[in-house]
């Protein structure tokens, strides 16, 4: 028995290290291959000096000022730290945070496409983009989003607009006039309900109050 042991442990080797070696290659092409594309220096480079005036015109504000804005606001300024905030085209949301299995996050930014042109977004949409995804950024978590978490988001990037846009916000927040909880059940029906979900440096009950959420 152990002759045939000692037979078998090259085999067993062999194919342990081709299910690494696969693997590994597997990442390599999988993980980077869902990037977007840059675009160009000079409107990176720009997108990021207006980022930076987003970030200086919200921390002010009553929301910039709470535990919750600061927290989202450290988010996005690390991401600007490690050259992780990259505006692209290649994106149909207003933002989009990727967290890739081997551990790479990027909060991406939409450019428009303009004709031959690459421009950007209004503050405001900027704003409300690269805060809800924050959001997404600060759960750190490995399961997919939900009902809660989306509202969670929301909150967040229409709290942010209207503080780069000088705008008082309301107790219950909206959009296209409907409570913004049944905005986004009706825009994300496969979603799941997370009873348990904790916003952002907030109370469920806050969220519930600001949204709709029931």
Do not use: N
Not at 39 to 45: F, R, S, V, Y
Not at 54 to 64: A, D, Q, S
Not at 73 to 99: M, N
Not at 176 to 185: C, D, I, R, S, W
């Amino acid at each position: 028995m152990a002759r045939k042991r000692d037979r078998l442990f090259p085999v067993r080797l062999g194919i342990i290290l081709a299910v690494g070696t696969a693997c590994i290659i597997a990442a390599a092409i999988y993980g980077p291959s869902g990037r977007r594309t840059p675009a160009p220096p000079e409107t990176q480079e720009e997108g990021i000096a207006l980022v930076r005036d987003i970030l200086r015109r919200v921390r002010p504000t009553e929301f910039g000022r709470s535990p919750r804005g600061t927290l989202l606001s450290e988010t996005i300024e690390d991401f600007l730290q490690r050259g992780r905030l990259i505006f692209t085209p290649d994106i149909a949301s207003q933002a989009l945070y990727r967290r890739e299995g081997t551990g790479y996050a990027v909060l991406y930014v939409k450019a428009l496409r303009i004709g031959g042109r690459v421009v950007h977004q209004t503050p405001e949409e900027v704003a409300e983009g690269i805060y809800h995804e924050a959001v997404h950024a600060s759960q750190r978590h490995e399961h997919g989003s939900s009902i809660e978490e989306e509202c969670d988001g929301f909150c967040a990037g229409l709290c942010a607009g209207a503080a780069v846009t000088g705008r008082a916000e309301p107790e219950l927040l909206t959009i296209e006039g409907a409570p913004l909880a049944q905005f986004v059940t009706t825009s994300y029906p496969e979603l799941p309900r997370k009873p348990d979900y904790q916003p952002v440096s907030a109370s469920l009950d806050w969220l519930k109050r600001r949204t709709g959420l029931r």
